[in-house]
């Protein structure tokens, strides 16, 4: 693993000999690079050894993964090892959505790596059908991992049993589980569970629904609260907002992209999957290249999107994290919906979770989903609640890597101005800011006005305007319907035939350009005359903001062609351009 935890965020007096674990175990830890343990896995880990419940609040990013995994598959191997010939599933991992249940198997495989026999893992998470999967649960795996919805299917069709074997519970992302109406089939599978099973609970927020948690069963657990200002993480993520027009935000994504004022790489958050495609339509006018992910691409698609994205093969991937939030501009049923759920956002109304549980139960396409080096999370949209806030910014500084978060905020006096960019939300944008950041004074951090020299920006208006004129809602209709065909496509292909080629997903890409009705090919190069005299810095007032980024450790095919070609403009200002042009074809 290239990550390389933070001294603030891993705990320098603790290291992982120090909790005597089984040496298969051990052996598998030191592979993956990790030089201490971070600090809920330091706090959390010597206490599950001891055989107490859990219930830890950390920060996303901050590793909670492996302070579960640790001690489950200790006691795992020690059972085996006391007892060879015992059989049955010894611990059951829940996670919110199929994502996640993969993050969660690749890490426990990394840490079975040499006792992977003896602590064999099944994730049933997965689009295979039930029948397909039974005959990987009747070999009894020691580690299930699942969604609820799945775990409690099987457990009632009798291919899944808890009694009398299972020795551990992991309810991992529990705050996540809670919001998308996960809450009854948990409850039925915690019920389904033997007495006195050692649970973990594992949370980003400690919500009240997740404190409920605690009354089903569990034995008094430890509670662990990792405030933010536990790990100094205000070092880490510097947190932005601007305040902007609607049209104006899509001149300032313009010039950030364009003129690289984030380096690295960056999650653009919207509000409807609609809104998604415009973005990257209107990005593609200019040359920039990104990838949609949405709760309407197939899982296959979006798992491998987020691996490539991982792999540093796209820089900016705009994500749609909210299902129940699909509202578009114009269209009045939503639009009713949208102003019933106005003073109640926090909790969403029961209308919106139906319809999202409608769309799909196991969506999650971002939330607690492990990106890796992410530099910037720019909320295009505003999510409406603070704790959505907190799950996305919770995307960058990860692993004690630095970042930056900046949000768009539409001051209601400029909401509904411009029919073609209005995002409903958007009209509660400054109450729910209030509320974010009341939350993160309550953290010990703020979020600080981002400036744009504007007198700069506006050079690039017309443009943008241009550029925006060309995205047309029945552009971006066709360019959804097309995408979804193509992923389908690719997701089919990429089930059959990448199983046996692993090395052909490398030619896989889901950053095409999907082209509006009008393609301007003079817009993708920025004019000498456009350019600010300092190049990208010049357009931010304040020189020492915003400029987050990170250098990618080890090898990386793309960034050293990239290094190559700004070597090669050597001399005058190199067009940042460049370095997004060049890509593979498929
Ligand atoms: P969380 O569940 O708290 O959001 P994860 O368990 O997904 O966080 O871990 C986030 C990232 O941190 C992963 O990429 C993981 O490999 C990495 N990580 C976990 N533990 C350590 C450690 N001790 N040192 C360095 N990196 C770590
Ligand atoms: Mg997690």
Same mark, same amino acid.
């Given at each position: 693993?290239?990550?390389?935890? @933070? ?6 007096? /603790? ?14 830890? #030191? ?67 199929? !994502?996640?249940?993969?993050? /969660? ?41 699942? *969604? ?26 529990? @705050? ?22 050692? *649970? ?9 629904? +997740? ?30 907002? +601007? ?49 949609? &992910? ?5 899982? %296959? ?25 699909? +509202? ?5 049923? @939503?639009? !009713? ?6 003073? %109640? ?19 999650? +396409?971002?939330?607690? /989903? ?45 909401? =509904? ?19 974010? !950041? ?40 066709? #360019?959804? $319907? ?28 889901? @950053? &095409? ?9 003079? &817009?993708?190069?920025?004019? !000498? ?6 190049? =990208? ?29 700004? $070597? ?19």
């Amino acid at each position: 693993m290239s990550d390389s935890p @933070d001294p603030s965020l891993v705990d320098q007096d /603790v290291t992982f000999t120090s909790f005597n674990l089984d040496p298969r175990l051990q052996r598998a830890i #030191a592979r993956l690079d990790y030089s201490n343990p971070t600090l809920v896995q330091a706090k959390a880990i010597p206490l599950a050894l001891e055989g107490k419940d859990i219930l830890a609040r950390a920060k996303t990013g901050s590793g909670k993964t492996v302070a579960y995994l640790i001690p489950i598959i200790q006691g795992v191997l020690a059972r085996k090892t006391a007892n060879p010939t015992e059989k049955g599933t010894q611990a059951l991992i829940l996670v919110p959505t199929r !994502e996640l249940a993969e993050q /969660v198997t690749k890490s426990i495989e990394q840490l079975t790596l040499y006792s992977a026999k003896v602590c064999r893992c099944v994730n049933v998470a997965t689009p295979l059908s039930e029948a397909v999967q039974k005959p990987l649960l009747a070999s009894l795996p020691e580690i299930v991992v699942s *969604t609820p919805s799945r775990a409690l299917a099987h457990i009632n069709s009798g291919s899944l049993s808890l009694r009398p074997s299972l020795t551990y519970l992991v309810i991992d992302e529990a @705050d996540l589980l809670m919001e998308y109406g996960h809450e009854e089939d948990l409850k039925a599978v915690v019920k389904g569970c033997p007495k006195g099973v050692q *649970t973990f609970l594992m949370s980003a927020t400690l919500t009240k629904e +997740v404190e409920s948690i605690k009354n089903w069963g569990m034995r008094k657990p430890a509670i662990l609260r990792l405030e933010e200002g536990d790990a100094d993480s205000e070092s880490q993520l510097l947190q932005y907002q +601007v305040k902007c027009g609607e049209e104006e935000k899509f001149l300032l994504v313009y010039v950030i992209f364009k003129l690289r004022l984030v380096k690295g790489k960056t999650i653009v958050f919207v509000n409807d999957i609609d809104r998604g495609y415009r973005v990257k339509l209107f990005l593609e006018q200019f040359g920039i290249r990104s990838c949609v &992910l949405n709760a309407e691409l197939p899982v %296959n698609s979006r798992l491998h999107i987020v691996e490539e994205f991982n792999k540093d093969v796209y820089d900016i991937i705009i994500a749609t994290d909210e299902a129940d939030l699909n +509202v578009h501009a114009g269209d009045s049923s @939503d639009d !009713e919906a949208a102003v019933k759920h106005e003073d %109640n956002s926090e909790r969403p109304s029961k209308k919106r979770k139906r319809s999202g549980a409608k769309q799909d139960k196991e969506y999650g +396409v971002s939330r607690g /989903v492990d990106f890796q080096n992410v530099s910037c999370v720019l909320n295009f949209d505003l999510p409406t609640t603070v704790s959505s806030y907190i799950h996305r910014i919770g995307r960058t500084a990860r692993a004690g890597k630095s970042g930056m978060a900046l949000s768009f905020v539409v001051p209601l006096d400029q909401y =509904g101005k411009h029919k073609a960019t209005t995002c409903l939300t958007a009209k509660r944008d400054e109450k729910v800011l209030t509320r974010i !950041e009341k939350e993160q004074e309550k953290r010990g951090t703020s979020i600080k006005p981002y400036a744009f020299d504007m007198s700069q920006v506006d050079a690039f208006r017309y443009r943008m305007e241009d550029a925006l004129r060309a995205v047309t809602r029945a552009a971006i209709h066709t #360019a959804r $319907a097309k995408e979804l065909r193509q992923e389908i496509l690719t997701s089919e292909k990429l089930k059959r035939h990448f199983e046996e080629n692993p090395q052909d997903l490398q030619h896989l890409r889901h @950053d &095409l350009e999907l082209h509006p009705n009008r393609v301007q090919p003079h &817009l993708k190069h920025v004019p !000498e005359y456009l350019m600010p005299k300092a190049g =990208g810095e010049g357009v931010m007032e304040k020189r020492n903001v915003g400029f987050v980024g990170f250098g990618k450790v080890g090898e990386n095919r793309i960034r050293k062609n990239r290094a190559i070609n700004r $070597a090669k403009g050597k001399g005058k200002k190199a067009d940042p351009l460049k370095t997004f042009k060049g890509k593979g074809k498929r």
